[in-house]
């Protein structure tokens, strides 16, 4: 299993661009989430899903938009990327709630916006 | 969310066991307690949950009072590999997701 991957790794963009930061989990998870976290600070929620066709705002959720069209994928879009964005983006799964099971992270994309 | 408080950073010898320390106050009954721990670089990796019972696994135990307001993670043997930060979570009865804090730097001093 190649478990959750992320790509990209590394991405700068300028101000108002758009872009998709792609994730992909191969466990037939039904719980997907992301979480984005800024120097010396925890994860905070952006978005997840409890399933193909579901998703969900979580504490930070503006400027991003989320989808779910199957169980391996979930993809976060950044819609006109800002400055405030810059940002560790994790992707996390798990095979139920979180709040109970173990959660799977991704490797990370380190996203600066000029 | 259900807050816990961690002491920002703590230090170890290689080798010798660590104990990190949680106090989740507000806990309610149901709640679970989660530790996860990131490495530099890296995504948070999961390393033990626990509802009531101290709980033990190939990474760490979980030691949890009887009143459940605190639980200590032990490390019983620390190696270099071991420095991160450690997350300790309550997951809410209800709740989709963990809320990650800031978590206990540890530095592993060989």
């Known amino acids: 299993n190649a478990g959750v991957t992320q790509t990209p790794k590394f991405q700068v963009l300028k101000t108002g661009q758009s872009m998709t930061l792609q994730c992909a989990q191969d466990?037939?998870?039904?719980?997907m989430s992301w979480y984005r976290q800024d120097p010396g600070m925890g994860l905070r929620l952006i978005h997840y899903?409890?399933?193909?066709?579901?998703?969900d705002q979580g504490e930070v959720p503006n400027g991003y938009n989320v989808s779910r069209s199957t169980t391996e994928d979930f993809p976060l879009r950044l819609l006109s990327a800002a400055p405030s964005q810059t940002s560790v983006y994790f992707c996390?799964?798990?095979?139920?709630?979180?709040?109970?099971?173990?959660?799977?992270f991704g490797p990370g994309t380190r996203l600066t916006v000029l | 969310d259900a807050k816990t408080t961690q002491p920002n950073s703590m230090e170890s010898n290689e080798e010798e066991p660590v104990h990190l320390p949680c106090n989740h106050s507000t806990i309610s009954g149901t709640d679970y307690i989660h530790w996860y721990r990131q490495l530099p670089s890296q995504g948070p990796e999961y390393v033990i949950h626990g509802l009531t019972s101290n709980v033990n696994n190939r990474m760490a135990s979980l030691a949890i009072a009887e009143d459940r307001k605190s639980s200590t993670l032990i490390l019983h043997r620390a190696t270099l590999r071991d420095a991160a930060v450690y997350y300790c979570?309550?997951?809410?009865?209800?709740?989709?997701?963990?809320?990650f804090g800031t978590g206990t730097r540890l530095t592993v001093i060989p």
């Open positions: 996390a799964s798990s095979y139920g709630n979180p709040a109970g099971n173990e959660q799977f």
């Open positions: 979570i309550l997951d809410q009865t209800g709740a989709n997701n963990l809320f």
């Open positions: 466990m037939n998870h039904e719980y």
């Open positions: 899903s409890v399933g193909a066709g579901i998703t």
